[in-house]
């Protein structure tokens, strides 16, 4: 599966605001990295001279984030499609956002796996999982997903078997037809691969309504995105939200924000929230539109959540370790000891702040997350503040002179 061999000597971030919720850690003290693994997490750490000294004072750090629902079949000559020119590769925007761990959901079906497997997941430094769709070429246009006879439960549960390293759930989406075919084909390739599956209702009919969805159809440990979709009835016109949701939820079935480029309204997320209901994983639902849309990213679509009221001590919970469990990997989203040092440094901006919700709804909100510095198996791999940098005065003559390569001063007089 993809991930990087990290190199990097050991490290102390020191004096940040650790919040990892998983461990129930909250307070300013150090983070101590040895062979891209958490060591030492406490206060006032004591560390060998030669160990490289971050300075997190000021800054809030919590284990790197874990997006759910994001696209990344970046792949040349398919426009206007998420299997194609509308993904976008995992590098060139997660650790930029403090997201350490992607999860496709579904660009790929069962017939283009291994292509999407060797050309992104496997090449990224980005942990990358996936969900394999059930349509066999799975978002490689309108046609694809809604041709049944390619909604095939033995061969989408025979590549995930084979792929279980990173396939992490079935995925039905966009289906338009009237009935429960997509879905029940899914959650039958769900069963025999013996994983949860995600399901997207890109198309609301009368004939299956979101309700049944929930209450029936999909099973404990599912999950269901875009939970704050137009269509989904979330609250009445007193705001007082509907029971069944609750019902779902109590039955163990999971909900998805899923941000995305049309599947986000403040109108559902406003009373859900300020409510309690807060969807089980924020995600971002990022592809080319989204992320030049409302959704912008990973901390943008935080801080929308917490100007909705929720704490943010439950918005990083629900983008770190809960999703990580949802896909079956509860030993990330944390900062355990042993754990692989996956930490993201967070400036919380105050102010005057303005979020849109992707039907241009608006939202003013006082705190705003902005990533400082990520890290990746213990290797730095952004750093907006440039923390990670010394004094250029300090730095050697030959800094940036290649082996074999000789400083030549030029000419006198020139």
């Known amino acids: 599966m993809s991930g990087i061999e990290s190199h990097s000597k050991d490290l102390i971030l020191r004096g940040g605001h650790v919040l990892d919720p998983a461990n129930g850690v909250d307070g300013v003290m150090d983070l101590r990295v040895s062979n891209g693994r958490i060591a030492a997490v406490g206060k006032d750490l004591p560390f060998p001279p030669e160990t490289k000294v971050i300075d997190a004072d000021g800054l809030l750090a919590t284990p790197g984030l874990v997006d759910i629902h994001v696209h990344l079949f970046a792949t040349g000559g398919n426009p206007e499609a998420w299997a194609g020119d509308q993904s976008v590769y995992p590098d060139h925007f997660s650790f930029r956002s403090g997201v350490t761990t992607m999860v496709d959901a579904g660009s790929a079906g069962w017939r283009n796996f291994d292509f999407f497997r060797t050309t992104v997941i496997d090449r990224a430094k980005t942990r990358v999982f996936s969900m394999l769709n059930i349509a066999g070429y799975g978002m490689a246009g309108e046609a694809a997903e809604q041709y049944v006879p390619d909604l095939d439960p033995a061969e989408a549960a025979k590549v995930a078997q084979k792929h279980r390293d990173v396939v992490v759930a079935i995925k039905t989406a966009h289906y338009q037809g009237h ?3 997509s879905v029940d084909r899914t959650l039958e390739a769900g069963g025999i691969a013996e994983l949860p599956v995600m399901a997207d209702f890109g198309w609301f009919v009368e004939e299956r309504p979101y309700w049944r969805l929930v209450t029936e159809k999909l099973r404990p440990g599912d999950i269901s995105t875009h939970c704050f979709r137009g269509p989904v009835p979330v609250a009445d016109e007193a705001g007082v939200l509907y029971p069944y949701l609750r019902q779902a ?17 403040f109108r559902n997320a406003a009373p859900a929230i300020r409510h309690g209901f ?16 409302a959704m912008m990213d ?6 929308k959540c917490m100007a909705l009221g929720m704490p943010l001590h439950e918005a990083i919970l629900r983008s770190t ?18 754990s692989d ?9 105050k102010g005057r702040f303005g979020f849109k919700d992707t039907v241009g709804g608006r939202v003013l909100g006082s705190e ?9 198996g213990g290797d730095v791999v952004w750093d907006f503040g440039a923390r990670d940098a010394a004094d250029y005065r300090e730095l050697p003559d030959d ?4 082996p074999g390569e000789v400083l030549i001063a030029p000419p006198r007089g020139r």
């Open 179 to 181: 009935d429960w075919i």
């Open 399 to 402: 800094a940036g002179v290649g």
């Open 249 to 265: 939820r109590e039955r163990g079935v999971l909900f998805d924000l899923g941000h995305g480029g049309g599947s986000f309204l």
């Open 321 to 338: 370790h809960r999703p990580a469990s949802m896909i079956g990997h509860p030993e990330l989203g944390t900062l355990s000891i042993g």
């Open 298 to 303: 990973m901390a943008t679509t935080l801080s």
């Open 278 to 293: 807060y969807p089980d994983s924020i995600s971002t639902d990022l592809h080319v539109l989204s992320m030049n849309g």
């Open 341 to 349: 040092a996956d930490i993201a440094l967070w400036g919380i901006r």
């Open 368 to 376: 705003r997350l902005e990533c400082e510095m990520t890290l990746r």
